[in-house]
T-cell receptor
Framework: GNSVTQMEGPVTLSEEAFLTINCTYT??????LFWYVQYPGEGLQLLLK?????DKGSNKGFEATYRKETTSFHLEKGSVQVSDSAVYFC?????????????FGDGTTLTVKP | NAGVTQTPKFRILKIGQSMTLQCTQD?????MYWYRQDPGMGLKLIYY???????DKGEVPNGYNVSRSTTEDFPLRLELAAPSQTSVYFC?????????????FGPGTRLTVL
């Protein structure tokens, strides 16, 4: 079956530091890839997505590139802020008839200190 | 638009009791999902639906049942609650446009089984 493996946390950074959260996946075909963010006590919300190889998703200074050759979708941000503290989830959705069977990673908790 | 709403927000059940978690979306999305999130873990798919009258099992369906009689509603039924079902439950919905573009999540229901 499909799987998503995320870099284990927690991750603690100082404000303005560079962020990388690694994500690799196993899936047949060409899934869509996503990063979701979860703030305390809330549901998940979409941060960015990419639907085909070499696509770059970006939002709020975060970026991730769909790398088919390394089956990866690493999340990066050049300069983190305290407000970026949250749990980040990498996810995939298969293309085609099984599109509903999304798979999520275990999440990476990010804490940014002033 | 209210988006995805879930009720109740919190619930404590005794072992063996039954309950229904309600989920409603007002975005006319054809796909709907139920996930559980255990502490420090990612989301596990319980059931999903691709439209009214159509449901399918996810990764962890045992102990749960669902129905989808309308586009808007997707209730999750626990028949004989067990401590292993203590978790936070998230409902989500998504449109389908050449694949799943984004899932919209409700705020969650925190369930404790004692």
């Amino acid at each position: 079956g499909n799987s998503v493996t995320q870099m284990e946390g927690p991750v603690t950074l100082s404000e303005e530091a560079f962020l990388t959260i690694n994500c690799t996946y196993t899936a047949t075909g060409y899934p869509s890839l996503f990063w979701y963010v979860q703030y305390p006590g809330e549901g998940l919300q979409l941060l960015l997505k990419a639907t085909k190889a070499d696509d770059k998703g970006s939002n709020k200074g975060f970026e991730a590139t769909y790398r088919k050759e390394t089956t990866s979708f690493h999340l990066e941000k050049g300069s983190v802020q305290v407000s970026d503290s949250a749990v980040y989830f990498c996810a995939l959705s298969p293309f085609g008839t099984n599109a509903g069977k999304s798979t999520f990673g275990d999440g990476t908790t990010l804490t940014v200190k002033p | 638009n209210a988006g995805v709403t879930q009720t109740p927000k919190f619930r404590i059940l005794k072992i063996g009791q039954s309950m229904t978690l309600q989920c409603t979306q007002d975005m006319n999305h054809n796909y709907m999902y139920w996930y559980r999130q255990d502490p420090g873990m990612g989301l596990k798919l319980i059931y999903y639906s691709v439209g009214a009258g159509i449901t399918d099992k996810g990764e962890v369906p045992n102990g749960y049942n669902v129905s989808r009689s309308t586009t808007e509603d997707f209730p999750l039924r626990l028949e004989l609650a067990a401590p292993s079902q203590t978790s936070v439950y998230f409902c989500a919905s998504s449109p389908y446009t050449q694949g799943i573009q984004e899932q919209f999540f409700g705020p969650g229901t925190r369930l404790t089984v004692l």
